[in-house]
């Protein structure tokens, strides 16, 4: 029989419904089909959204998905009031004073300025510079403009942001040691740069094309170039070359600049340092204590703290020597205008934005397993003019002053070749700077 | 009376399901419910997306929303193999040859290259250059030297690509004419640039806060420093300078240069258009052709073309005239600092990447109708050593060398300490260079 509730509303429309909300069994199945239909939905939209983030296969040769996501990038109008670093009385940028727990405020400060966040795992902010008057050297000052000239090129076909400090930070850290308040000051004013890359007046990028490999420096603070062996075994002030590194910007760093300061001009130890490194290191040129020398005798005499941090990149010329490079400068060209002869892709014209795409391609398909260093058919990286002394003119007597100058034009305008021919133009003579020749369509497939 | 299949499960659990699904009605309502299951958590996920994305208030000094969307910024390694303008054998970068249907062209290429879209209406690049070879004036180069870093700074602050032209992309087209070639063939190798911002390297940076209000000239494709009067009624050369300008990346600028060209030493009437231009503008300086006083004819004589589209800006130093400018520098230098003695935001240290955010406070707070001319209380923008000439030397004989050179330190050192205060440093004295001194927190609201 049924019930008399229910018998009540059976011949209404109603009824039915009544019925069954009578029943707890059909409650506990409500909520089952209610729930089913919410994560049906959740894995419908969860299934779209990473359709839509698959990754960009941008080394792909193929027509790959147009990117069209997120590009909005750094947001510079935006600064919270929460406080950061900044707004602590006992943060300085100067030499003398320490910087504490660097890691955890970078990381607050990237965390409320979130614009940063992408991109920001090797972003890296260039310093360069010079003295603060004119050079002694008449055509100095003209070399200077034309090195400068040199990194703001690579650093805006690479996206990197470039700094020149032409102004002592300290009156007494002058000369090679001006670059370190000079790092520190940077590296406090960005705090969104993961790496401050110092890089002599004198260096010159001569592969405008090439990025280091910084995934091999990802557990590593500060890169230099230089072989352990003369470090270790010759004992040579010429162990490495800090005329050009990369420093992580991190707590770690901040310790070392600490400490190679203290090996300084500032510090009441100066003298002492200069003897401690002049009997090391035999070979030493300067008399005084130098930052060259200073971090190799870290390295020596404290292996243990600084070997597992400081990569010394020996493999290819992320600083080369200028006397073994300049002579090969013309076989190189030769030899990358072969590579664009026989690939139709590197020979296609492009914007200058997108020359890493045709950078990769290169070196997909001619330059894979190539080190880059001597005798590499890699382009040489940087190219280093030590002992030229552009500004003062007081080069190394042994060799003559026309050849660091000769040397300088002809490295100067190899690398400017690789700029100009997204402008259209190139310089068919090393040694001459200007006028520059039209390059024509698909060079350098037609003869020239 | 129960039927017989119901009876039969009716002991067991299974049973009360049984019964359920025998009815139709209850399709209906599992269908409703697994509807409003789905739609339910539809709304929380739509809900969830738009709380996270709420606008970014960035003009306000509250607490804003973290700006955590879309922030992946351009794609350098992106380049697909769909044909663009650069395939075409008959677009050439050189300036004898005229470029066609330009809108159209950068319009393809920016929708096949999206994640160059974001911030392209006004994005910029900035252009500057001098001669190839050391300047005659002993302190030439290094003038030149400083007022590149100069425009370096102020385009890191701003996120503008720059690029410095020293070499001659036309044999002919030399001293004040080599500009146009370089400006064309920039705008080619940069098609995601709006604009082409030409700056001569006597010229400078006096106020590194500025930006130049584009949405004044969305109408024009060619801003620069003039009075109609000047150009209508008194017919001097002066009436405009074309040592500073903006250069809309765009077809109608592609012929102005193409005309503007046909005026210069390429052309064979060149003799006779510095006849036509001496005829008419009296005191005109240069006996041969020139290219302010060029454009200058343009719009006297062909009015109803390029009036409309060449915005002559007269109401602040988009271009200033040093000689007026240098006199009065250490005054704005002391009202801003009152302004910052009496703001504290201002006063706020904060990372050199988020200036803009603290120029439009000031703006705000301070700058509000203050168009930035002469006897305004804003920072002279650009400060232009005319008459000068710091690579040869051979300035105007109205003013003597040493006024030119220690103008142009004052004013260098002047633009400088509004970047060096985000290093932590300022110049105490503009006419001193080095060594700099390191400001103390809260500068300047402490005793300095």
Redesign the interface.
């Known amino acids: 029989?049924v019930s008399p509730e229910a018998s009540h509303f059976q011949s209404s429309p109603m009824a039915?419904?009544a019925g069954?909300r009578a029943?707890p069994?059909?409650c506990f199945?409500?909520v089952v089909?209610?729930?089913?239909?919410?994560?049906?939905?959740?894995i419908l939209?969860w299934s779209f959204f990473s359709f839509s983030n698959s990754p960009?296969l941008?080394?792909s040769?193929d027509?790959?998905d147009?990117?069209?996501?997120?590009?909005?990038?750094?947001?510079?109008?935006?600064?919270?009031?929460?406080p950061v670093f900044?707004?602590d009385?006992d943060l300085?940028?100067?030499i003398e004073k320490p910087v504490k727990n660097w890691d955890e405020k970078r990381k607050r400060?990237l965390e409320?300025?979130?614009?940063?966040?992408?991109?920001s795992e090797n972003r890296t902010v260039m310093i360069t510079g010079?003295q603060?008057?004119?050079?002694k050297n008449?055509?100095?000052?003209?070399l200077?403009?034309?090195f400068?000239?040199n990194k703001?090129?690579y650093c805006?076909i690479?996206?990197h942001?470039?700094?020149?400090s032409?102004?002592?930070?300290?009156?007494k850290m002058k000369s090679f040691w001006a670059k370190l308040p000079a790092v520190k000051?940077?590296m406090?004013?960005?705090?969104?740069a993961e790496w401050i890359w110092w890089v002599d007046s004198d260096a010159l990028f001569t592969d405008m094309d090439f990025t280091p490999p910084f995934h091999r420096y990802r557990n590593h603070n500060l890169v230099v170039h230089g072989w352990p062996g003369v470090v270790y075994d010759d004992r040579s002030w010429t162990a490495l070359n800090a005329g050009v590194f990369l420093i992580r910007n991190c707590q770690w760093s901040m310790e070392l600049i600490d400490t190679w300061t203290s090996m300084g001009p500032v510090s009441p130890d100066f003298a002492k340092w200069g003897e401690i490194q002049r009997s090391i290191f035999k070979d030493k040129l300067f008399p005084e204590s130098d930052d060259q020398t200073a971090l190799i005798y870290l390295l020596f005499k404290h292996k243990e703290v600084y070997y597992p941090k400081i990569y010394l990149e020996g493999e290819y010329y992320f600083e080369g020597y200028w006397l073994e490079i300049v002579p090969g400068l013309a076989n190189i060209t030769e030899r990358y205008l072969e590579m664009e002869r026989e690939d139709a892709t590197l020979r296609?014209?492009?914007?200058?934005?997108?020359?890493?795409?045709?950078a990769?391609f290169r070196e997909e398909r001619f330059l894979r397993g190539e080190s880059g260093g001597k005798g590499s058919k890699r382009r040489p990286f940087v190219t280093h003019f030590t002992g030229c002394q552009p500004c003062s003119g007081d080069h190394n007597t042994m060799y003559d002053g026309d050849t660091c100058w000769n040397g300088m034009i002809k490295a100067i305008n190899f690398a400017?070749n690789q700029v100009?021919r997204?402008?259209?133009?190139v310089?068919s003579d090393l040694g001459k700077?200007?006028?520059?020749q039209?390059?024509p369509?698909?060079y350098p497939d037609e003869p020239w």
Chains 1, 2 share one sequence.
């Open positions: 029989m039915k419904y069954a029943r069994v059909i199945n409500d089909l209610f729930l089913g239909g919410a994560f049906m939905s959740l939209v960009n941008t080394f040769a027509k790959t147009a990117s069209t996501k997120c590009t909005r990038g750094i947001d510079m109008r935006y600064d919270p009031t929460d900044y707004d009385p300085s940028y100067t400060w409320l300025h979130p614009s940063f966040i992408p991109g010079s603060s008057g004119p050079c008449p055509i100095g000052d003209h200077l403009l034309r400068f000239k703001v090129d805006r690479h996206g942001d470039i700094f020149y032409n102004a002592l930070l300290h009156p000051a940077a406090i004013a960005h705090p969104e296609r014209r492009h914007a200058e934005k997108v020359s890493e795409r045709y990769a400017d100009m997204r402008y259209g133009f310089h700077t200007s006028p520059l039209p390059v369509f698909d």
